[in-house]
């Protein structure tokens, strides 16, 4: 009963997968969402459950605020009340140049990367002030800091979810509530592995450490700043990108 309760959005594969197994062996009691992809997400709990973590899984849909508010009181309850380390992990890309993007390209990839994270946090915060306690992290980007051609409508949402990070982070620092936010880099997953060679060496190139960082590499991070190591650490945004952020 002493353990805690993450919840994770989007846990069902890739780094959302990784940071959720990465949370269960630290002993942490595991929720997370998925929207699509049961399958995937059996197996994410299979490997949370392997670490000796309980693990609830919720199909909702972060863009949606009521989806939103169902899985925060389907982790309340199962937690006992409690929920002590949000990850907003959850995110869609619809890349291409800014003439070629449509108002749906835009739409879907803010209510997602950034209403999502807005639903969550605003459910959530409440019940950590409760608490007084919780760990709050949201899922950046390096291009939100750095921008990139291609990808207008990610990088205004993952800037935005820096913006909401430090803010939210002044709203709780009193009740010693931490807000931070992961900003990775190049991450190998099943998306960059569809990029072609060639641009995966344009892209190497631009990466001091030379090649693309793991998931694990992204949930050492996440786990970092859900532990209470993290205790006088808040508003900060901390990029798992090998340097491409430097």
Do not use: H
């Not at 950046?140 to 207008?152: K, L, P, R, T």
């Not at 009193?174 to 099943?190: C, E, F, L, Y």
């Not at 569809?194 to 998931?215: H, N, V, W």
């Amino acid at each position: 009963m002493d353990r805690k309760i993450a919840l994770v959005t989007g846990g069902s594969r890739g780094i959302g997968r990784a940071i959720c197994v990465k949370l269960a062996e630290e002993g942490m009691d595991i929720v997370f969402n998925y929207q699509s992809g049961a399958a995937e997400a059996e197996v994410t709990g299979k490997l949370c459950e392997e670490k000796g973590a309980r693990c609830l899984m919720v199909q909702a849909d972060v863009s949606k605020s009521e989806d939103c508010d169902a899985l925060i009181e389907a982790a309340r309850e199962w937690g006992n009340g409690r929920v002590d380390v949000l990850v907003n992990n959850a995110g869609i890309t619809r890349d291409n140049l800014l003439p070629r993007i449509t108002d749906e390209d835009l739409d879907a990839v803010l209510n997602v990367n950034l209403k999502g994270t807005f639903y969550m946090m605003r459910g959530v915060a409440k019940l950590m002030l409760r608490q007084k306690y919780g760990k709050i992290i949201n899922m950046s980007s390096v291009v939100g800091i750095m921008g990139n051609a291609g990808q207008v409508n990610y990088a205004a949402g993952k800037a935005g979810i820096i913006g909401m990070t430090k803010s939210l982070a002044r709203e709780l620092a009193s009740r010693k509530i931490n807000v931070n936010a992961v900003a990775p880099g190049m991450i190998q997953t099943d998306m960059t592995d569809a990029i072609p060679d060639s641009a995966k060496e344009r892209i190497l190139a631009g990466i001091p450490f030379r090649e693309m960082g793991q998931a694990q590499d992204v949930a050492n991070a996440v786990a970092f700043l859900a532990s209470d190591a993290s205790r006088y650490i808040t508003g900060q945004v901390i990029c798992v990108d090998g340097g491409m952020a430097i």
